[in-house]
């Protein structure tokens, strides 16, 4: 029953993310789509496992008197937001585009995987109160399926891979180190696809795709795509979760 509403979700991966999660809220009401829901659900929340810290990471700063930024890609940007939204630590968490140029940045002409971008989340985090490596271990571990190439779960395509952009040398060798040290540990059954990019630029998504998990806690796509890496978030970081996201204010 689990493949086959994985198969439901991966049939659905050439239509627009807000066509598809209308259509399958529309859905989930029904019963038999329902019950595959819940238990496709339960089954992602209950084997996911943590894994081990960086080995290499910048220590907690003495003083939070300044702020750092960090840009992931790890599929949909809607359950990227979300995690990071409900992490201690982290001040801001932006949906945006991050590995192209800024006159395509736009979400339609993403979707069409032919710009470069990768749909990412630009993190503001406090290095006082959580480190970048923290950061990684929360991408690989809750986050995305770091071998999955250009693509996460239904949705597929280069704008959805697994990419780090790190914004300074020492981001950089944080990040490789540690995929170094996860790809050595065997800790997942395939070979890491996930890549240390350079950083040209983030520019910020569309306001409509800002919260989006916080605003549509019910669509069928969240429920069954990131409702679950919340609640492993909860589960395998508790000194790291907070309940109450952190939520990207609203444009002027």
């Known amino acids: 029953m689990t493949r086959n509403i994985g198969q439901f979700f991966t049939s659905l991966h050439d239509t627009s993310k807000r066509s598809r999660a209308a259509a399958l809220s529309l859905l989930l009401g029904a019963g038999a789509l329902g019950l595959m829901l819940a238990q496709g ?3 992602a929340a209950e084997n996911a496992v943590v894994i081990a810290p960086p080995a290499l990471d910048e220590p907690i700063a003495a003083s939070t ?6 840009v992931f890609a790890g599929g949909c940007f809607w359950g990227v937001q979300g995690v990071f939204q409900h992490v201690r630590g982290v001040t801001r968490a932006v949906s945006g585009y991050s590995g192209g140029s800024r006159e395509t940045a736009q979400y339609e002409t993403v979707s069409g995987g032919q710009t470069g971008h990768a749909e990412s989340v630009q993190v503001t985090f406090d290095p006082g109160k959580v480190t970048y490596g923290q950061l990684l271990q929360v991408y690989f571990s809750v986050v995305q399926d770091p071998t999955e190439l250009n693509r996460q779960g239904p949705d ?3 704008q959805y891979r697994s990419a780090i952009f790190p914004l300074n040398e020492a981001q950089r060798r944080v990040a ?28 910020p998504a569309e306001s409509y795709h800002q919260n989006y998990l916080t605003l ?20 395998l970081f508790p000194t790291l979760y907070r309940d109450k996201p952190v939520l990207v204010e609203a444009r002027q």
């Open 216 to 235: 549509h806690p019910d669509s069928a796509y969240i429920v069954f795509n990131d409702m679950p890496k919340i609640a492993n978030l909860k589960r």
């Open 176 to 203: 490789q180190s540690y995929i170094a040290q996860l790809d050595k540990s065997h800790v997942f059954p395939a070979p890491i696809v996930t890549r240390t990019e350079p950083y040209k630029g983030f520019y």
């Open 41 to 43: 659900v339960a089954l």
């Open 156 to 158: 597929i395509g280069t």
């Open 65 to 70: 008197a300044h702020e750092e930024t960090a």
